[in-house]
């Protein structure tokens, strides 16, 4: 199993990024995806998930500003960041999870870097 990030990067406050996360080695569509992320000192923390049958929940934080989406087709999750802060910056994680009666799968990248600086 293989879920890489990319497009992680220095930008201005105000600025957008959009991640991407692209999976093998799974089942994609029966997934729930997420994204999480962990800044310097700082526990991991959600972001955003979405569900294999498309239901979406944000961290109270970034609602508005963030939107989290899948392809199905091609094994890919998205995350698309808007209106960017400074309090932002973390390195950010996919996550692949599913529950089975018997047994729970769970998944993770190895990150990318989103730094919100001017």
């Known amino acids: 199993v293989q879920l890489v990030e990319s497009g992680g990067g220095l930008v201005q406050p105000g600025g957008s990024l959009r991640l991407s996360c692209a999976a093998s080695?799974?089942?994609?569509?029966?997934?729930?995806m997420g994204w999480y992320r962990q800044a310097p000192g700082k526990q991991r923390e959600l972001v955003a998930t979405?569900?294999?049958?498309?239901?979406?929940n944000y961290a109270y934080s970034v609602k508005g500003r963030f939107t989290i989406s899948r392809d199905n087709a091609n094994n890919m999750l998205y995350l698309q960041m808007n209106s960017l802060k400074p309090e932002d910056t973390a390195v950010y994680y996919c996550?692949?999870?599913?529950?089975?009666?018997?047994?729970?799968?769970?998944?993770w990248g190895q990150g990318t870097q989103v730094t919100v600086s001017s």
């Open positions: 979405i569900t294999s049958g498309g239901s979406t």
């Open positions: 080695g799974i089942r994609f569509s029966i997934y729930a």
């Open positions: 996550n692949a999870e599913l529950i089975t009666p018997a047994r729970r799968y769970d998944y």
